[in-house]
Each structure stands twice: as C-alpha cells, then as structure tokens.
C-alpha cells in the first residue's frame, strides 16, 4: 500500500472539516472533493482499510488520522535542507575571457603546471561550463558566417 500524495489528502480534509453533517459516506465526499470514488477509495485505504469493502464507512471518524498524517509530513519536509542552487553571475563570468584563462586561474600551481590533485567547487564547475557553452556558441556563429560567404 503506498503513501497518498499530502496533496491530494489536504484536498479530502478541507470538506471533510467544512461539512456540518456528521456522517459522511465515500459517495458523498466523491461529489464534494470531485474525483471518483475508486481514487478517493485508494487514498483513504491507508488510513481505513475497509473503505472499499464498506462503502457507508463514515470518514468523519479518519480525520484525525488524515490531519496527523498531514502534520507528520509537512514536518519532515520543513526539516529537509534546500538545496543551494549554483548561480554564475556576469561578473564572474567577465572575469575569465576564455576557458584557458580559467584553468590558468583555477587549477594550476606555482610555475604555471596543471595540479592534478586540485578540486574544483560546484560554484567552479558551473563557471565553466558556462564558459565552454558561450565558446561552443561563437564558434557555431562564426562557422554560419564564415558558410555564408
């Protein structure tokens, strides 16, 4: 049995809290959330495994067990780290005209020989790949004019 989608169960919670009746069938919350029965059926069987088989089950009595589970994922979701996402600004860009200038930056030792045991950053590696696509870019531009003649 897998995990329902937080989504989808907050999408069943809302009218099950709004509705003043006090017994609430499958059927009935299929016309209130709009999705079929069969798909509401396959959600709630993680919290009521008798949903299927008894279709009059009141759903009320689940919400408390709807709103923990809701509650318990939103909380491992906020402790989850956000992953930094690696951003090369024009300004770095600007600072090396060409890949050899950031290899001769980035990854040689004194005398101008290449360090194999250097490592680059995530930061590092974006620059220059930005760098190789704006080479890649001016020498496609210049083989279309240089075709065009």
Partial sequence: MNK???????RILAPLRKSPKKVVTLDMLSRMVGLYSDVLADDLEY??????M???????????????YVADEEAVKATEPKIKRVVATQK????YPN??????????????????SNKLSDQDLHILKKLVDREVSLRKKAERKSSKR
Avoid at 54 to 68: G, W
Avoid at 103 to 116: C, F, I, N, R
């Fill in 4 to 10: 329902p989608a937080v989504t989808r169960i907050k």
């Fill in 47 to 52: 919290f009521a495994p008798l949903v299927r």
């Fill in 54 to 68: 008894d279709p009059s089950l009141n759903l009320k009595d689940i919400v408390p067990q709807l709103e923990a």
């Fill in 92 to 95: 770095e860009l600007s600072q």
């Fill in 99 to 116: 890949i050899s200038s950031f290899v001769y930056a980035k990854m040689t030792s004194a005398g101008g020989l290449v360090d194999p």
